[in-house]
Structures are given as C-alpha cells and as structure tokens.
C-alpha cells in the first residue's frame, strides 16, 4: 500500500534559525496537504499543494511539491517558539480509493529559546 | 475552532468491551473521516462516510464499523477491544466527499484508553 515518510522524525531548533522537513511518498500524489498539531491538540489544515512544482508561502512557512509528485517539503525561517509542534504531511494518490489521505509519521519540532 | 465537535472526550474499557465514539461534523460538510491516531505517530485512515454511505476504507478489521446519519453526524464502533487500540480517535469532516482534494476539519478527537 501507500506509504508517506517524513524525515527528520524529531528536529530540535534554536529560535531564530530556519529548518527543513522532507515528506515522501512511494508513489505519484494527486495532491499534498500539510497539517500541524500542538502538543495535546488536534491537526490543523495548513496548505494543500497540487501542481508538479508547486511553491506556496504562508508568511515564514514556504512549502513546495515536488516535480514528479512524490515528495514535499516544509520550510520554516526564523523559527518562533509559536511553530513548537508536530508537523504531517498527506497524500493522496494519484489513482485514489476511497478519497484517504494518508498521513506521514510527522515531524516533531522542538524550539530552543 | 474547526465546528467538530466528538464525545466523549476521553474513554477508559476494558479488553473485550466494545466502544461507541461520537462525532458531530461541521454545519454543511456532509463528508465524515475517522481516523487512529497512536501515541507519537501519524493519523491512520479508518474510513470514511458521505451522505450515509460508506466512501473508503483503510486497513482496519471489520470489528470497526460505522454510521453516518441523515445529518451527518458519525458514530465508531469498534468491538472486542484490544489493547492496540488503545489511542486517539479523531473525526474530520469536509464539505463535499467525492473530492479528494478538500482540506479536513479535525475535531479535538477522543482518547481511548484499553486495559
């Protein structure tokens, strides 16, 4: 079956420094969708990505699809102590069944003032 | 807010029991999803309900079942409990269903606890 891989499992972050995290899948998405979820809280909607490419920024937040459309990646500038939680990415298939999304491991991030 | 809104908010039952979790969706989604999600990991697919029907299933046994309502409130039951199901059970709803491109409104979901 499909299978969504985030890396790096956790990220441990200065404030005021940027980081990455890489989301793959092993196989083609019809479209990507990120979420983010605080300690002891519920994923929230953050973006959706649906052309090869694509690029979107959410003010420090800039995410991008890549171009075969099989992997994403979340990148954070000037990481606050507000960006601590854990961060998913979800795919959904090319060839979908059944309209899932499916959800990576995340990637939990910790800010250090 | 996301207007999702689940019961109870947390659950402790014992192996073997069954468990019924409630999920009210936001007003004018008629799409409902109900996902596991395991301590320190990501959300698992269960299935999914649009307009009452059955839209979509992930890779869990048939002792988790479901219903959508005519107004589109969702109830999981899950039978014979295992302690591997021992987790946080989250519902999301989105507008329209048959789309896989919507964004999900999760609800604050419901931790389960088996002993």
């Known amino acids: 079956g499909q299978q969504v891989m985030q890396i790096p499992q956790y990220q441990h972050v200065q404030e005021g420094e940027d980081f990455t995290t890489y989301c793959n899948s092993s196989t083609t998405l019809s479209n990507i969708q990120w979420y983010k979820q605080r300690p002891g809280g519920h994923p929230v909607f953050l973006i959706q990505?649906?052309?090869?490419?694509e690029v979107k920024k959410q003010k420090r937040l800039t995410f991008q699809f890549g171009e075969a459309k099989k992997n994403s990646s979340l990148h954070i500038t000037a990481t606050q102590t507000t960006d601590v939680g854990t961060y998913f990415c979800a795919g959904v298939r090319a060839v979908a069944a059944g309209n899932k999304l499916t959800f990576g491991g995340g990637t939990r991030v910790l800010v250090k003032p | 807010e996301t207007g999702v809104t689940q019961s109870p908010t947390h659950l402790i039952k014992t192996r073997g029991q069954q468990v019924t979790l409630r999920c009210s969706s936001q007003s004018g989604h008629n799409t409902v999803s109900w996902y596991q999600q395991a301590l320190g990991q990501g959300p698992q697919f269960i299935f999914q309900?649009?307009?009452?029907?059955?839209?979509g299933r992930g890779n869990f046994p048939p002792r988790f079942s479901g219903l959508q309502f005519p107004n589109y409130s969702s109830e999981l039951n899950v039978n014979a409990l295992e302690l591997d199901d021992s987790a946080l059970y989250l519902c999301a709803s989105s507008p329209g269903g048959q789309v896989s491109y919507e964004k999900l409104f999760f609800g604050s979901g419901t931790q389960l606890s088996v002993l």
């Open positions: 990505l649906v052309k090869s490419g």
């Open positions: 309900y649009y307009r009452e029907e059955e839209n």
